[in-house]
């Protein structure tokens, strides 16, 4: 079963709001990561957050985790067209021995300009 | 330059045909897996390896198979292709949980 589900599925602003998207899981985990990913291309890493940690910035993107309510968010702020991409966040945990990392289904988010 | 490749980067095939996705890093990492993502269902894992031949099954490992023989190389194998397996494929690997990923695949089985 998706360890880590992403919500909004979509999400289109305009050029220099915000985005906040929303990832919720149901296992405890070692991390949390953001990934994005251009339109049929690799994903690449973004920001890994560890179980310990509640706040975490890495430039524009800001990420908080609560494990309480086992969700996170990314906020990335003054949003520019080149953020236009899926985002996706990945739980790292261990399931039935192994260390697994597993993936939600991912936000696409538009910037308009 | 840090990166993974993959190739082909394009297939098209026909059910029945064995082919091989190859799949190199130049990090020196452990671990190395396959994902392949279809609209959604989002990323799943086929299979990965925690090192040289050390592979376990995935969520998603059947009619899949991989070897790892050194540590840079992790190739993913389809026996015999079928339809259902026409996706977007990606190899990664992955450092103290930071996963790098390769540029993708895409696999037509017809």
């Known amino acids: 079963s998706q360890q880590g589900e992403e919500d909004p599925q979509a999400l289109s602003i305009q050029e220099g709001e915000n985005a906040t998207m929303n990832c919720s899981y149901k296992?405890?985990?070692?991390?949390l990561q953001w990934y994005r990913q251009n339109s049929g291309r690799g994903l690449v890493h973004l920001i890994l957050?560890?179980?310990?940690?509640r706040e975490k910035h890495s430039g524009r993107l800001r990420v908080t985790l609560d494990t309480s309510k086992k969700s996170s968010s990314l906020l990335i702020t003054a949003s520019r067209a080149a953020d236009t991409a899926s985002y996706f966040c990945?739980?790292?945990?261990?399931?039935?021995?192994?260390?697994?990392?597993?993936f939600g289904q991912g936000t696409r988010l538009t910037i308009n300009p | 330059e840090a990166q993974v490749t993959q190739n082909p980067r394009y297939l098209i095939t026909v059910t029945g045909k064995k082919l091989t996705v190859t799949c190199s890093q130049n990090?020196?990492?452990?671990?190395m897996s396959w994902y392949r993502q279809d609209p959604g269902l989002g990323l799943r894992q086929i299979y990965y390896?925690?090192?040289?031949?050390?592979?376990d099954k995935g969520d998603v490992p059947e009619g899949y198979k991989v070897s790892r023989k050194e540590k840079r190389n992790f190739p993913l194998i389809l026996e015999s292709p079928s339809p259902n397996q026409t996706s977007l494929y990606f190899c990664?690997?992955?450092?103290?949980?930071?996963?790098?990923f390769g540029p993708g695949t895409r696999l037509t089985v017809l």
């Open positions: 990664a690997s992955s450092l103290r949980g930071e996963q790098f």
């Open positions: 296992t405890s985990i070692n991390n």
């Open positions: 957050i560890r179980s310990n940690e």
């Open positions: 990945a739980t790292d945990a261990l399931f039935q021995g192994a260390q697994k990392l597993v």
């Open positions: 990090m020196n990492h452990e671990y």
């Open positions: 390896s925690m090192n040289v031949e050390v592979t």
